[in-house]
Structures are given as C-alpha cells and as structure tokens.
C-alpha cells in the first residue's frame, strides 16, 4: 500500500472515531430514555435535532483541527 494510501486511511480512521463518539454522546441523552408517545411521532425528528444539539454543547469540541 503506497504511503500517501496510509496516510488518507490514518485520517479516516481517526475522523471515525471521532463521530462514533458523537453517536454515543447522542444516544446517551436522557431526551430518549422514556416512552415516545405516539401522538408525538411526528416530532422524532424535531426531538433528534435537539439531541444532537445539545450534544455539541456538552463538555468540550471532540475535533480540535480537521484532517485535509
């Protein structure tokens, strides 16, 4: 495998872990931890779009500089 193939896949790498920790901070809010009523499914998408905006609130960034 040439080295400049290394290196883009380095970079993936990394970047993948970064959004599977995004994912877990996602799915542990507590905003999905009841039941979701029926009568409330058509704002799933709404109460998604929270979550993942609180998500990025919390704590600190997960990416401090992108990979080119």
């Known amino acids: 495998m ?4 290394v290196r883009e ?3 993936i790498a990394r970047l993948r872990v970064h ?20 009568s409330h499914a058509y704002n799933i998408n709404q109460l998604f779009a929270v979550a993942c905006m609180l998500s990025n609130y919390q ?3 997960l990416v401090k500089k992108w990979v080119k």
């Open 2 to 5: 040439p080295a400049y193939q």
């Open 59 to 61: 704590n600190k960034a």
């Open 19 to 38: 959004v599977e920790r995004v994912i877990r901070r996602i799915k542990e809010n507590k905003l999905f931890d009841g039941v979701i009523l029926l």
């Open 9 to 11: 896949t380095q970079a």
